[in-house]
């Protein structure tokens, strides 16, 4: 009996890694997405952080994706061109329901914006 609880145990804290490794390559990859997205000619760079949060929430859940904060804007690199940047935080839902959010997430993408 106590060796089925440390082996059930081990096996959900596996899970949760994985689920906390598979939810941030999706936020990470989706801040990208909205940054290439709002860094088009002619569009303006707030739409990136809808975009991201749209992305995450096709390739999740709509529960991660209200997890999560998003926000846009440009900036200037250090030789003087734009970036569009999008920048996500949040947290990663658990397995247990009852812990609820309590791994914390934050991804940022950045693109070149067009026309610059």
Known sequence: MLVSVLILTLL???LQVAVYVHVRNVVVASAQEGARYAANADVPSAVGAPRAVEIVGRATSVQTARGLSCTSG???DTSGLRLVVVR???SVPALLASL???LPLS???RALKEGA
Request: aromatic share 0%.
């Open 107 to 109: 991804a940022t993408g």
């Open 100 to 102: 609820g959010n309590v």
């Open 74 to 76: 440009e900036e200037s």
């Open 12 to 14: 959900l804290a596996v």
């Open 88 to 90: 996500c935080s949040g």
